[in-house]
Every structure is written in C-alpha cells, then in structure tokens.
Nanobody
Framework: QVQVAESGGGSVQPGGSLRLSCVAS???????????MGWFRQFPGKERERVAI???????IYAQSAKGRFTVGQENAKNTLYLQMTDLKPEDTAMYYC??????????????????WGQGTQVTISS
C-alpha cells in the first residue's frame, strides 16, 4: 500500500508564508517507482485543481495560478516534495493534497484515477 503523507498546513495572515511537506512510498503497489509527485488543492464546493508537480529529476511544472508565489522542490530524502508558498492571499484558502504516481500525468483526471493521495492538509489565510 502506497503511503502519502502531507504536513505543514495551518493558518496564516495575508502576505504570510507556509511550507508544506509531503513524503511518499518509493514504489507503488506494482513495484513501479513513484517517479512523480504533485501538489493539488481543493476549494470548498469545487473540484480539485493542480498546483504544481515535480519529477524525481527535480523539474517542476506549475499551474498558472501558482507561478511567481509558489515553489516546489525535493527535500533531502527521496520521494519528498515541498510546496513553499509566499505572499499568501485569502483566495489561497483550501485543502491541499499531495499525490504520487509513476508518471507525470498531464491530465488531472489521470491523477485522480491513477495517483496515490494523501489525506490533505488545510491551509487557511485570514486576518
């Protein structure tokens, strides 16, 4: 069973920063390397949307909404991915999820169906 675990959520004021961390099992249930990891978020009443994904070679791909304020990268250990968020805004308030997969899918539905997901961590931006 692939394990994916997020940490680092919480409440901050607008303009603040947060760093989320994720660690995932190195191999999936079929023995394939979980090559790609990603951060997604879900606003209340909305579908989950991609924030950024990164492969094991450290090449990030950002959604337009994340460019400029969010950065992803690997921690020191394998199969980890952090999400550094700066200049946070109230509209960034959401549940943030980490996912791992053996491929960096370009389609979010493929992530939904084929990725391995954590339980999520709440991020709240409020004054």
């Amino acid at each position: 069973q692939v394990q994916v675990a997020e940490s680092g959520g919480g409440s901050v004021q607008p303009g603040g920063s947060l760093r989320l961390s994720c660690v995932a099992s190195e191999f999936d249930d079929y023995g394939y390397h979980t090559y790609c990891m990603g951060w997604f978020r879900q606003f209340p009443g909305k579908e989950r949307e991609r924030v950024a994904i990164g492969d094991s070679d450290g090449r990030p791909i950002y959604a337009q909404s994340a460019k400029g304020r969010f950065t992803v990268g690997q921690e020191n250990a394998k199969n980890t991915l952090y999400l550094q968020m700066t200049d946070l805004k109230p509209e960034d308030t959401a549940m943030y999820y980490c996912a791992a997969a053996n491929h960096c899918y370009s389609n979010d539905k493929d992530w939904d169906n084929l990725g391995y997901w954590g339980q999520g961590t709440q991020v709240t931006i409020s004054s």
